[in-house]
């Protein structure tokens, strides 16, 4: 598992909503600009955190993105996920993967499988707030 530069900016994004989380919306470019990433990869992972339901966007002067929930609330596995998509190890382990034909005989599944509760245990235990 390799976590890819969406995964790292929608950390980026949450993060800085976080930090400014009171202030109403917060623009992408404001974001952009304090994180030193490129406006056009931060759009991509903001849409979506937009489609998973993690912000809230509105347009205009004032527009920009929120969270749509208290920082609390958050946890970096969901954050990651947004932006991966997976973070399984190994593809067999992913979610709504092909269940493989060799895996009741698979010498590593074990391992790999204890490597991806290991994964998400820690994740899920780091809420956004552990990370601002």
Do not use: W
Not at 12 to 40: F, P, T
Not at 83 to 100: D, K, N, Q, R, W
């Amino acid at each position: 598992m390799m976590i890819t530069t969406k995964g790292r900016n929608a950390l980026k994004v949450m993060i800085d909503l976080a930090r400014h989380e009171g202030e109403g919306y917060i623009s992408l470019s404001d974001i952009a600009e304090r994180q030193n990433e490129s406006l056009k990869y931060l759009e991509a992972s903001a849409k979506q955190l937009s489609t998973a339901g993690l912000v809230v966007s509105a347009r205009g002067k004032s527009g920009g993105y929120k969270l749509s929930r208290p920082a609390t609330d958050y946890t970096a596995a969901e954050i990651l996920l947004s932006g991966e998509g997976s973070l399984a190890p190994i593809s067999c382990l992913e979610e709504g993967a092909v269940p493989c034909h060799n895996a009741e005989n698979c010498c590593t599944l074990p391992l790999f499988k204890e490597l991806d509760d290991v994964i998400m245990t820690f994740l899920t235990s780091k809420k956004l707030t552990d990370l601002i």
